[in-house]
């Protein structure tokens, strides 16, 4: 029986038979709640198998969850809003979303979070940071593939763009940019993750028009989400540090370790402009 559901590609079904099996030999169950544990179970593998396949095509190789979001460490994050598009339904409107703040608040986390909502809700999703997909619109341009890739862009029912102006972009990347937006315009869900204001991006694209047009499209119908605090990175960075320089120290020397800690701690501040609390 194993052989031939498996041959139905019925594979949910022929690996939980057996302890389905257990499961009714040991407390009598009617044919028809039998059968429906299996059918459960091959229904639960395929969405399994579906999820794990729709991460992959979304480029998602480490999945967060905004159940793992430290909300306490910058309570000035809007929770609500962002949990509200972690349901997917800006997705169903065709609307947009842009999350812009400082380094190290958790924009990245907060945003493939999102994604993984959006594809646990049976939508397309693909991730991208801004450089990488300059980068592959000229590998498209030079394979004589990009018309399929523009496609592939058009239709995804929400295209994650990271670090949008961190890096200088080709002299094309505004172009094709504005093709994207265009063609996705009240047709398909973008989100965007930046750390510089929309009055900046005509520079680092390195075309006014076009980043204008594309600011008129996706503003359009974009909610604006100012993600401010301190880099919870650092944070992370400078507790591992006061750890490791206390973690063989008597008391004295646990004493300096700290202060060295705190030393390196104001010297972020100085450098980034943010507070590092130890």
Request: proline share 3%.
């Amino acid at each position: 029986l194993t052989t031939r559901l498996r041959h139905l590609r019925l594979s949910g079904m022929a690996e939980a038979l057996p302890l389905r099996v257990e499961q009714a030999t040991a407390a009598p169950l009617a044919h028809i709640d039998f059968l429906d544990l299996l059918v459960q179970d091959e229904l639960t593998r395929r969405a399994d198998r579906l999820f794990v396949r729709r991460l992959k095509q979304a480029g998602i190789a480490q999945v967060t969850e905004l159940s793992t979001f430290d909300w306490a460490f910058n309570p000035k994050i809007p929770r609500a809003k962002i949990v509200d598009l972690a349901t997917a339904r800006f997705i169903r409107a065709h609307h947009g979303a842009l999350l812009i703040g400082p380094p190290g608040v958790g924009k990245s986390h907060v945003a493939v979070a999102i994604a993984v909502g959006a594809i646990r809700a049976g939508y397309h999703a693909f991730v991208r940071s801004t450089f990488d997909l300059a980068q592959d619109f000229a590998e498209a341009d030079a394979a004589g593939e990009r018309r399929a890739f523009v496609q592939r862009l058009t239709h995804v029912d929400l295209l994650i763009l990271e670090d949008f102006g961190m890096k200088r972009l080709g002299p094309t990347a505004a172009e094709d940019l504005l093709e994207i937006f265009v063609r996705r315009h009240d047709t398909a869900s973008t989100l965007i993750t930046t750390n510089r204001p929309t009055q900046d991006w005509g520079q680092f694209l390195g075309d006014i028009p076009a980043t204008t047009a594309i600011l008129d499209r996706f503003l359009a119908h974009a909610e604006i989400i100012q993600m401010q605090g301190k880099s919870y990175r650092l944070h992370q960075r400078a507790q591992c540090l006061g750890h490791a320089l206390a973690g063989h120290a008597g008391e004295q020397q646990h004493r300096r370790a700290r202060g060295a800690a705190q030393l390196f701690a104001q010297l972020l501040d100085l450098v980034l402009g943010q507070r590092v609390d130890l």
